[in-house]
């Protein structure tokens, strides 16, 4: 063995093998701060800057071509491009429409500490943004796209409870379950689509905080799927490029519902 790799930490060994530490999980070792005992830390006006630019770039992107429960949401946290939001007061917002809460997390964090959290309606989010040069992608979560792409339509009382049971559900799977879930929540939480009466429309958070996605996840290059869980979870899918095959929803209900049958019909809820 390397013994000298050995005393390298993740972050300094992902480094040197040119991966980016940013898209290494990290098991969290302590209590991480929740709801009003979360700090606003220090911002540049450089950042506050590149959350304006990216705020206003993607809501007009965003206008007509996302659901109405998204859009709800994101008037319920009162999203500003003046100054990047608090975490803080997206957790007072969430509290009062779902009772649902922020905390506070270093980076991209070890899925079973994710799962714990939703479980206790708790959505784990960063608050550091990311850097001017990276304004079209970033390979890792930043609080772009964890609050503006997933806070809002956790006000929605169907997906607030659907994302909860994820949680529970997640956390009593057998290791071979775990990446059907991990798929269902690709094509559904990051990447879903709902028909709507205004036609087909974007909910995933990661399609919602993409400069590329918006356009490209409602155009003819995607196939897209009707929801079925059978159909998903054997879906493969890979994170480096834009999604050539996407599921929609007919409604926030029928996700509730659809994911809570099925997890019971597989021992993963009761
Ligand atoms: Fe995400």
Known sequence: MNTENEKLSAYEKAAKEGIDPRCIPQYLTEPVPE??????????????????????????????????????GASLMHFSDKKIPALRDVSRSLQKATDWKIARVPGLIHEKDFFELLKRRIFPSTDYIRQRHELDY????????????????????NFAEFYQEFGIASLRAKPEQHILLERFHWFTVEFGLINTQKGRQIYGAGIISSLNEVTHSLSDKVTVHKFEIEKIINQEYEVWHLQPVLFAIDSFEQLENGF???????????
């Open 260 to 270: 809570a049958e099925w997890a019971k019909s597989e021992g993963l809820l009761e």
């Open 35 to 72: 709801g009003d005992s979360i700090v606003y830390p220090y911002y540049s006006d450089e950042e506050h800057e590149t959350w304006r630019i990216l705020f206003n770039r993607q809501m007009s992107l965003l206008s007509g071509n996302v659901c109405e429960e998204y859009m709800h």
């Open 138 to 157: 970033t390979p890792a979560p930043d609080m772009f796209h964890d609050v503006f792409g997933h806070t809002p339509l956790l006000t929605n009382p």
